[in-house]
């Protein structure tokens, strides 16, 4: 056998040892994709049977009978329109302001130079080690203080706290080339429109991602806003689910029907918005790591 | 339009003093280029024109005005980046109008500025592209078209052809000479490239660690460069330095070299001269000649033969050091080759220890 044909052979080798590897990756990707996505399944699934049909015993994948009498029976009986709402204002609140917060206290670190700066840096570095259910007694106790509980405004100001988002940005305007801040300042631009029309247009990817995974966190908090209200109108979607629950006794088509309804608008987002997301959490767990 | 002047102007940073009280006036309406090797403080001062740099001592005065402390925005002056800095995320229109916008210019002045300024530069058909879909050429275009809407008194260009191949920066610099022929603007061009230097400005200041070390007409420093280090960086390529001692011999100065050959000089100012010596002759390629062995100053060996078409370079080793010949494009060499050299007396120039040069008398 020649040189030639004995490299060709080991070459043959090696690519039908990756195949094998890659095969077996590949089924235990699908077996981990099927094990998450189950339950989602399930919960749509069940939503959509009689409840009559959801405690019959056997495997049923999909239902005998297929209604949205639960759906129906959800909208048109609870509160869900008014939680919606809420979730909404909440929501957008808290993205919009913390994205414009950490915008500027990011451009501020990273690109002015004022006093204390570097504590300040340090101080947000470290408040991204505390763990907030650490803080979720104080702010009760302040937000009553200041006569906020069962207010939007008492479900908003906990959760604009997000020194992740603050280290991101400044770390993305960090790498923005300094000739182009040089330029726009030899163009004549103040510092605020250094802010909105360079870095911030510069760096709409970023923003973008980070606002849409904002959303969806402040879309789906729970504790504080489980916390913060107690009228069952101030309430959001996550929080208002477990009064469908309370109010109609465990029928499971029901939960899960009103679960599917809270989860629909941040599942919209995510399919719409799904390669900002990705990154978005790449980004977190690029910092987190 | 206005004049540049640089009163003892230092900039330290820590303790580093990059700009030692260096004093530089900028005619109105000239094109000078600040030329110097990567640390020698040139694109520092250009900064500090600009405002972009804070000066530690000194003055900066921009027509009659002192704008040392001034903001970039107040000083009449735009600058050009060797990156071109140009907005990623705006069109080329939008670029070059940025800074009427900034100032709140209406969108009807803005275009006709904007129009004006793209019909200057050949850019009509770009305005609605990103920088991203341009070329290297076309990005400088509009980078100057950025400066050229602001009416600014005084151009900075901080390397502004360094990123472009070869062919395009050739073309470029014929622009450069256009518009500041078409404008008679103020122009002041950083570069360490002398070719740029040379062809474009009509004073060419050169810089060494933060100080002058000469500043004056291109062919002024080419012809009579006052010391070692303007001879060494103006030419391409550069200046060949020969060992010698100077002599007082009969009929005037003598350099004599390292196995016996003589060369007769040129009338000169001789400031510390003691007799015998030890200097280094400083002569360009263009001045040296070929010869058959034996017949010039000194021989040698050919290593490198470089034809360029229209002329040719030899590299050859002698007993002095290798010297490099600019010969006739006709001459057909070989490495291995020997030769002999003439010096051509009247274009020899003599450095002392110090490498400052002994200027010609008449």
Request: proline content about 5%; glycine content about 8%.
């Amino acid at each position: 056998m020649t040189t030639a044909q004995t490299m060709t052979l080991a070459k043959a080798r090696r690519i039908k040892k990756f195949n094998v590897a890659g095969a077996i990756i590949t089924i235990l990707t699908v077996i981990g994709a099927i094990i998450f996505a189950f339950p989602l399944y399930w919960g749509v699934i069940t939503s959509l049977k009689f409840d009559q049909d959801v405690v019959r015993p056997g495997l049923n994948l999909l239902p005998q009978r297929w209604t949205i009498s639960n759906y129906i029976h959800v909208l048109t009986t609870s509160n869900i329109g008014r939680w919606y709402l809420n979730s909404l204002v909440t929501s957008v609140s808290v993205t919009t302001i913390v994205v414009l917060m950490s915008a500027g206290a990011g451009y501020a670190i990273s690109q002015l130079r004022f006093p204390g700066r570097r504590i300040l840096w340090w101080m947000i570095l470290a408040s991204f080690m505390v763990p907030v259910p650490a803080l979720i007694v104080t702010h009760f106790v302040l937000m009553a203080d200041l006569k906020l509980i069962n207010t939007w405004a008492g479900v908003i100001l906990p959760q604009l706290l997000a020194p992740v988002t603050v280290i991101i940005y400044k770390q993305f305007f960090d790498s923005v080339p300094k000739e182009f801040r040089e330029a726009a300042i030899m163009d004549g631009a103040s510092q605020f429109q250094l802010f909105f029309r360079l870095y911030l247009p510069m760096n709409w990817g970023i923003t973008t991602a980070l606002a849409i995974i904002t959303f969806i966190g402040a879309w789906n908090s729970f504790l504080w806003p489980f916390l913060a209200v107690t009228s069952e109108s101030m309430m959001n979607v996550a929080v208002g689910i477990t009064q469908v629950r309370d109010n109609f006794g465990v029928y499971y088509a029901r939960d899960l029907s009103s679960a599917v309804l809270a989860g629909l608008p941040v599942a919209i987002i995510y399919l719409l918005f799904q390669r900002r997301v990705t990154q978005a959490i790449m980004l977190t767990a690029g910092i987190k790591g | 339009m206005a004049s540049v002047e640089l009163i003892d102007i230092t900039k330290r940073f820590g303790a580093v003093e990059v700009i030692k009280g260096l004093n530089l006036s900028v005619p109105d309406g000239s094109f000078t280029a600040l030329l110097g090797p990567s640390g020698c403080g040139k694109s520092t001062l250009l900064r500090m024109i600009a405002g972009l740099e804070d000066v530690s001592g000194g003055t900066v005065q921009i027509g009659d005005t002192d704008v040392t402390h001034a903001e970039p925005k107040s000083r009449g002056v735009a600058m050009v980046f060797q990156s071109y800095a140009l907005y990623p995320h705006l069109t080329v229109a939008q670029n070059i109008c940025f800074s009427l916008s900034l100032a709140g210019a209406s969108k009807a002045a803005q275009k006709e500025k904007g129009d004006n300024v793209a019909k200057l530069l050949q850019l009509e058909a770009l305005m609605g592209r990103r920088p991203a879909e341009l070329s290297g050429g076309q990005r400088q275009r509009v980078a100057i078209g950025r400066a050229l809407v602001r009416d600014p008194k005084v151009f900075l260009f901080d390397e502004p052809l360094s990123n472009l191949d070869a062919l395009l920066r050739v073309q470029m610099r014929l622009e450069l000479a256009k518009l500041h022929n078409d404008l008679k603007t103020t122009m002041i061009y950083v570069t360490h490239d002398q070719v740029e230097a040379m062809t474009l400005a009509d004073k060419i200041v050169v810089l060494d660690k933060g100080v002058i070390s000469q500043m004056g007409s291109p062919l002024d420093l080419y012809n009579h460069p006052a010391n070692r280090f303007v001879a060494s960086f103006i030419g391409s390529p550069g200046m060949n330095f020969l060992p010698a001692v100077v002599r007082m011999q009969p009929g005037g100065l003598h350099a004599g070299f390292e196995g016996g050959a003589v060369m007769k000089l040129t009338p000169r100012a001789t400031p510390h001269f003691d007799g015998g010596q030890k200097v280094e002759i400083g002569i360009r390629p263009e001045h040296v000649a070929l010869t058959n062995p034996g017949q010039g100053q000194i021989d040698g060996v050919a290593t490198v033969f470089e034809q360029l078409g229209n002329t040719s370079y030899v590299y050859i080793n002698t007993s002095l050091g290798q010297i490099i010949v600019e010969a006739d494009q006709s001459v057909r060499l070989h490495p291995g080759d020997r030769l002999g050299l003439t010096f051509d007396p009247a274009r020899a120039h003599v450095f002392d220890a110090n490498g400052t040069a002994w200027a010609e008398t008449t």
